[in-house]
T-cell receptor
Framework: DTGVSQDPRHKITKRGQNVTFRCDPI?????LYWYRQTLGQGPEFLTY????????KSRLLSDRFSAERPKGSFSTLEIQRTEQGDSAMYLC??????????????FGPGTRLTVL | DQQVKQNSPSLSVQEGRISILNCDYT??????FLWYKKYPAEGPTFLIS?????DKNEDGRFTVFLNKSAKHLSLHIVPSQPGDSAVYFC?????????????FGGGTRLMVKP
């Protein structure tokens, strides 16, 4: 069973450093989402792609955050000049969008970021 | 402004009894609702969903009820099992499908005691 995978699972970095996370969706899924979850809260939507097109990015938290999905398969989320407030779990989800059908998002295990 | 709220941060239930988790929303444009379960150090796992054209959806031990006039949904687990102990999130989306952003509640921690 190849579910959504994320790498790394844990990342510790120093304030001011850049970090990049990778997400590999379920293979036939055409939509890919990024969420952030902080302690005691539900996941918060950041951005999503349909194939390689980034269809919504207004919810990215600042211009330090960017995401790519260059070939419509895996995606990367980059945070530049990390701040302590960026410490959170970063979740990726994927879904198969089909005309006239609702699609369900399936989540990966997440990448836990700690900024010192 | 929290558009999806889970007002009970925790719930404790005896094994074999019913667990009822509640969720309220304020955005009348939401038309698709989902429940996810989350274990520590794992991502959320999809449980069950319901479209706004229905008021009930059932899948095994899990049933979701939707009351659109009250903007309220609930998840019933019968019978509850110790393995159900986890954090449960309700989520909602607009636009007739779940293919857009999900708005999550803050979660309810369910503890099922043997």
């Amino acid at each position: 069973d190849t579910g959504v995978s994320q790498d790394p699972r844990h990342k510790i970095t120093k304030r001011g450093q850049n970090v990049t996370f990778r997400c590999d969706p379920i293979s036939e899924h055409n939509r890919l989402y990024w969420y952030r979850q902080t302690l005691g809260q539900g996941p918060e939507f950041l951005t999503y792609f349909q194939n390689e097109a980034q269809l919504e990015k207004s919810r990215l938290l600042s211009d330090r955050f960017s995401a790519e999905r260059p070939k419509g398969s895996f995606s990367t989320l980059e945070i530049q000049r990390t701040e302590q407030g960026d410490s959170a779990m970063y979740l990726c989800a994927s879904s198969l969008a089909r005309t006239g059908r609702t699609d369900t998002q399936y989540f990966g295990p997440g990448t836990r970021l700690t900024v010192l | 402004d929290q558009q999806v709220k889970q007002n009970s941060p925790s719930l404790s239930v005896q094994e074999g009894r019913i667990s009822i988790l509640n969720c309220d929303y304020t955005n009348s444009m939401f038309d698709y609702f989902l429940w996810y379960k989350k274990y520590p150090a794992e991502g959320p796992t999809f449980l069950i969903s319901i479209s706004s054209i229905k008021d009930k959806n059932e899948d095994g031990r899990f049933t979701v009820f939707l009351n659109k006039s009250a903007k309220h949904l609930s998840l019933h687990i019968v019978p509850s099992q110790p393995g159900d102990s986890a954090v449960y999130f309700c989520a909602a989306s607009e636009g007739g499908n779940a293919g857009n952003m999900l708005t999550f509640g803050g979660g309810t921690r369910l503890m099922v005691k043997p």
